[in-house]
């Protein structure tokens, strides 16, 4: 059976709770405005360092602020993902 949505909560609190006890300094390293900024430097963090992730999305997030734009930018013969490698790569 599927745990229901209350049910999840429930426990997303709670293991929210044990990792605030247990981590009570913790901070994020990279920089971000939006969730979907955030999943982008979480993704590319797991290539390069978490400074120079933070070097990468400064331009990128400055350029491209929402998920449509990937989509555009497809149009234009260029990805989204081309752009942050290149740019990861330096």
């Known amino acids: 059976m599927r745990e229901s949505h209350e049910a999840r909560r429930v426990r997303a609190r709670s293991l929210i709770r044990h990792l605030d006890r247990a981590y009570p300094d913790a901070a994020c390293a990279l920089h971000f405005t939006t969730p979907l900024e955030l999943l982008v430097a979480t993704i590319l963090a797991a290539q390069c ?29 260029v990805t989204l993902e081309k752009y942050v490698l290149v740019e990861v790569g330096k």
């Open 49 to 77: 360092t978490d400074e120079r992730v933070n070097q990468v999305t400064r331009t990128l997030f400055a350029k491209y602020r929402r998920a449509e734009d990937d989509r555009m930018l497809k149009e234009k013969g």
